[in-house]
């Protein structure tokens, strides 16, 4: 099992920056990719940024040049550094760890909402 604790989201005007953050424990070692799904009202979840263990990242079009996902030297921690953020970016967003050939762990969620 693996448990995926988030922090980090809350309320900004639109330019403005945020950084999420999501701290995995227990069976860490299992873990080959983490990153950040989000969830907009009305719409379905959609990927924004995953790293593997190896480094690679991939983004959503829609975020890139804009958001940054890091980790930690563990590979436990991830982090979203989001900038730039516009209204369209207010969404939950959900922490994922995916072990290979398994099914996502997911967190709890965390808000982010951008308003003017």
């Known amino acids: 099992q693996v448990q995926l604790v988030e922090s980090g989201g809350g309320l900004v005007q639109p330019g403005g920056s945020l950084r999420l953050s999501c701290a995995a424990s227990?069976?860490?070692?299992?873990?080959?990719?983490m990153g950040w799904y989000r969830q907009g009202l009305g719409n379905q979840r959609e990927l924004v940024a995953g790293?593997?263990?190896?480094?690679?990242?991939n983004y959503a079009d829609s975020v890139k040049g804009r958001f940054t996902i890091s980790r930690d030297s563990a590979k436990t921690t991830v982090y979203l550094q989001m900038n730039i953020l516009k209204p369209e970016d207010t969404a939950v967003y959900y922490c994922?760890?995916?072990?290979?050939?398994?099914?996502?762990?997911w967190g709890q969620g965390t808000q982010v909402t951008v308003f003017s």
């Open positions: 227990g069976s860490t070692y299992r873990i080959y990719e």
């Open positions: 790293i593997t263990r190896d480094g690679k990242t």
């Open positions: 994922y760890a995916r072990p290979l050939g398994d099914y996502n762990y």
